[in-house]
């Protein structure tokens, strides 16, 4: 594992393992042991499948969509392994506008993580939400009413589309034993991605 790239303060307690060449440095995959080597690239090469791209999208993005490329644009899917230890935490955000959906199977090894999950947030003041960057960077908790907590429990694989509402979050994780394990699915449209390079 390697330390997550960039400076966010929170991020310290993040590391990662790429499953492919990108832009978060190159894939970790042929320095892992058989079997994991093969099960990580046989993994990726699922997930590089169009029609899964295609299910994905049809089940995220409205089908009233006039234009059938919007329905379908061209995808980049970024997968990345991800140990968070105590104290990790990022406050409510909205993804880049270039992610089309996040895919995150949480992978803990033991039970009773259950609050380390993905939490979802509306602002206290819907009508001036306008004024919170919805860039990928995170806004204060005190901005926000929580609303739902996704819990972080084995098998469970969390989808969220990218929308201008969509506003999520970690909570300070604690007594995790940097067991908070999960995978991190980003899939973006080409067209965008290449504007927002840090999410």
């Not at 832009?23 to 046989?42: I, M, V, Y």
């Not at 392994?81 to 992610?99: E, F, K, M, N």
């Amino acid at each position: 594992m390697k330390p997550y790239p960039g400076q966010k303060k929170d991020f310290i307690y993040r590391l990662v393992a790429p499953l492919r060449a990108n832009d978060l440095r190159k894939s970790h995959t042929a320095s892992f042991r058989q079997p994991a080597a093969e099960f990580w690239d046989t993994f990726q090469n699922h997930l590089k499948n169009p029609a899964f791209s295609r299910q994905l999208l049809d089940a995220t993005i409205p089908s009233d969509l006039a234009k059938e490329k919007d329905r379908h644009p061209s995808l980049h899917l970024t997968k990345v392994l991800i140990p968070d230890s105590d104290s990790y935490r990022v406050g409510p955000h909205t993804d880049l506008p270039s992610r089309v959906f996040t895919i995150l199977p949480y992978l803990p090894e033991r039970q009773r993580l259950n609050e380390c999950g993905t939490r979802l947030y509306v602002p206290k003041n819907p009508q001036g939400q306008d004024r919170f960057l919805k860039n990928g960077q995170p806004q204060s908790w005190a901005n926000f009413f929580e609303v739902e907590a996704i819990d972080f429990i084995s098998n469970r694989a969390f989808i969220l589309p990218r929308t201008a509402e969509a506003w999520h979050g970690v909570s300070p994780v604690k007594d995790s034993q940097s067991q908070r394990q999960l995978i991190i699915i980003r899939c973006q449209d080409k067209n965008l991605m290449y504007e927002n390079q840090q999410s």
